[in-house]
């Protein structure tokens, strides 16, 4: 079966960390954008971070730039998004997906072409 899984989120304090994962089966990154969208409660879902996995390229939002740092680890077919120095407007439902695509394009404007999604995972930032 084709599937992103998603995990790794959790209730953190402000100012605290986490580590999100997404582990691909059924196939693999190779020359995959993978990316990292969120959603709130009552906001449209956002590109947070996206990541070639052919040449590595990154593309982070402005909101998340300096605090997130999305890495590939192709070996294992897994996608990692390292958040630190989180703040409360970061809570929200955190997805992966795939897709073809430049990241900066797939990242802002990729949404509709991403056509492989994992279910979220919580991420809750208390203040």
């Known amino acids: 079966e084709v599937q992103l899984q998603a995990s790794g989120g959790g209730l953190v304090q402000a100012g605290g960390s986490l580590r999100l994962s997404c582990a691909a089966s059924?196939?693999?990154?190779?020359?995959?954008?993978i990316g990292w969208f969120r959603q709130a409660p009552g906001k449209e879902r956002e590109g947070v971070s996206c990541?070639?996995?052919?040449?590595?390229?990154?593309y982070y939002a402005a909101s998340v730039k300096g605090r997130f740092t999305i890495s590939s680890d192709n070996a294992k077919n897994t996608v990692y998004l390292q958040m630190n120095s989180l703040k409360p407007e970061d809570s929200a439902v955190y997805y992966c997906?795939?897709?073809?695509?430049?990241?900066?394009?797939?990242?802002?404007?990729?949404?509709?072409?991403?056509?492989?999604w994992g279910k979220g995972t919580q991420v809750t930032v208390s203040s």
């Open positions: 997906a795939a897709g073809w695509g430049a990241t900066r394009y797939m990242c802002i404007y990729g949404i509709p072409d991403m056509h492989r």
């Open positions: 990541i070639s996995s052919s040449d590595g390229n990154t």
């Open positions: 059924g196939f693999t990154f190779d020359d995959y954008t």
